[in-house]
Every structure is written in structure tokens, then in C-alpha cells.
Nanobody, 123 residues
Framework: QVQLVESGGGLVQAGDSLRLSCKVSGRTFSGYALGWFRQAPGKDREFVAG????????LYDDSVKGRFTISRDNAENTVYLQMNSLKPEDTAIYFC????????????????WGQGTQVTVSS
């Protein structure tokens, strides 16, 4: 059974930085992609960033491009999301996901999910 566990969320001020981590455990298909999504209150879950197995294919949503960086350590089965220059509109629950394509934006195209970690950015 695959498990994804996020950590690193918190309450910060606008302009601050946070680093989220997501640890993957259990057996799954090889060469999996990892991604980050977020969901604000009253809104749908939205794609933030995705990275393929090798790290050679990365996709960001336009809203975070230039501010967020996704990376992964396959030896540690962990994916990271470095978030800089945070804005109040980045406030959401952040979920990591495991799937087959780093370029898949719809949430239903991802196979496994973490429980989420809250990120709150005050103005």
C-alpha cells in the first residue's frame, strides 16, 4: 500500500518562504511522477507543480512560476516544494500526489494522495 505523508506547512507572513516535504512509502509502479496540488476553502483542488522520475521534466502552474521550486530525492523517496515570496493567495491545503505523468494537471489523473498540510500566508 502506497502512503504519502506531507510536512512543513505553517503560518507565515507575505514574502516569507516555506519548504514542504512529502515522503513516499510502500510499493508502486516504477518511474512514478510526483506532484503538488493545493486547495483553498471553497475552491477546487488545483495543480501546482509536477516532476518526473529523473527530474528532467518539470511543470509549474503560472501562478507559482518563478516563486516555487519542485525537486525530488529518489534515494529518500521524497519530493519537496520550496515556496518563496509567498502571497496571501497561496493560502491553501497543499497535497502531494503520485502518478504516471508530471504533466497531468487534472487531479483525477493522479493515483495516490497524501493527507495534506496547511499553508497560511498572512498579509
Amino acid at each position: 500500500q502506497v502512503q504519502l505523508v506531507e510536512s512543513g506547512g505553517g503560518l507565515v507572513q507575505a514574502g516569507d518562504s516555506l519548504r514542504l516535504s512529502c515522503k513516499v512509502s510502500g510499493r508502486t509502479f516504477s518511474g512514478y511522477a510526483l506532484g503538488w496540488f493545493r486547495q483553498a476553502p471553497g475552491k477546487d483542488r488545483e495543480f501546482v507543480a509536477g516532476i518526473n522520475w529523473s527530474g528532467g521534466i518539470i511543470l509549474y502552474d503560472d501562478s507559482v512560476k518563478g516563486r516555487f521550486t519542485i525537486s525530488r530525492d529518489n534515494a529518500e523517496n521524497t519530493v519537496y516544494l520550496q515556496m518563496n515570496s509567498l502571497k496571501p493567495e497561496d493560502t491553501a491545503i497543499y497535497f502531494c500526489a503520485l502518478g504516471r505523468s508530471a504533466l497531468a494537471r487534472p487531479s483525477h489523473e493522479w493515483d495516490y494522495w497524501g493527507q495534506g498540510t496547511q499553508v497560511t500566508v498572512s498579509s
